[in-house]
T-cell receptor
């Protein structure tokens, strides 16, 4: 299994609070991604990174920001959490680029009350 | 037309059966195709990439039909452990970059004794 961890694995927070999710990889892969998965939807890309300090928006980026200060870490921040951001968040990595195989972390279940 | 479409199932089959899933995609310029499996409350895991000539991995066979814009996954001699949701994944490139992976909503397979 790819060396990807996510923290926290579960979180319950209140509407309006900031939340930061962390993805850590030990594979030294250049590309990292944040997805959310909701019932009735496929995995949807939030943001991705193609290198340290290089990030770009995905399909559902509103309300989210990201940062990547080291190759191994990719942070997802919800500046002011809303109930619509209740979801399962997956981090993924890929070695060669966006169109290539991606490997996923175990996910974070976030509930916003 | 949705970018990546799959029959949601569920497909309920007995052990030992052969089952096939199809997936259609909308972007004729797509270059990368994958099947992932996802167990309940777990992360997606890469099952296999799909190559133009078709490819096989043990009991699993994947095929690509570019003319009709669909990919298929055939599972022979189904095992109880094959029970999962199978995700069709295609890269969608609207020009200028590699394009991102788009995940179908998944087809649920349940293999019964």
């Amino acid at each position: 299994d790819a060396g990807i961890t996510q923290s926290p694995r579960h979180k319950v927070t209140e509407t309006g609070t900031p939340v930061t999710l962390r993805c850590h990889q030990t594979e030294n892969h250049r590309y990292m991604y944040w997805y959310r998965q909701d019932p009735g939807h496929g995995l949807r890309l939030i943001h991705y990174s193609y290198g340290v300090k290089d990030t770009d928006k995905g399909e559902v980026s509103d309300g989210y920001s990201v940062s990547r200060s080291k190759t191994e870490d990719f942070l997802l921040t919800l500046e002011s959490a809303t109930s619509s951001q209740t979801s399962v968040y997956f981090c993924a990595i890929s070695e060669f680029g966006q169109a290539y195989e991606q490997y996923f972390g175990p996910g974070t279940r976030l509930t916003v009350t | 037309r949705k970018e990546v479409e799959q029959d949601p199932g569920p497909f309920n089959v007995p052990e030992g059966a052969t089952v096939a899933f199809n997936c259609t995609y909308s972007n004729s310029a797509s270059q990368s195709f994958f099947w992932y499996r996802q167990d309940c409350r777990k992360e997606p895991k890469l099952l296999m990439s799909v190559y133009s000539s078709g490819n096989e991995d043990g009991r699993f066979t994947a095929q690509l039909n570019r003319a009709s814009q669909y990919i298929s996954l055939l599972i022979r001699d189904s095992k109880l452990s094959d029970s999962a949701t199978y995700l069709c994944v295609v890269n969608i490139n609207y020009g200028g970059s590699q394009g991102n992976l788009i995940f179908g909503k998944g087809t649920k397979l349940s293999v019964k004794p």
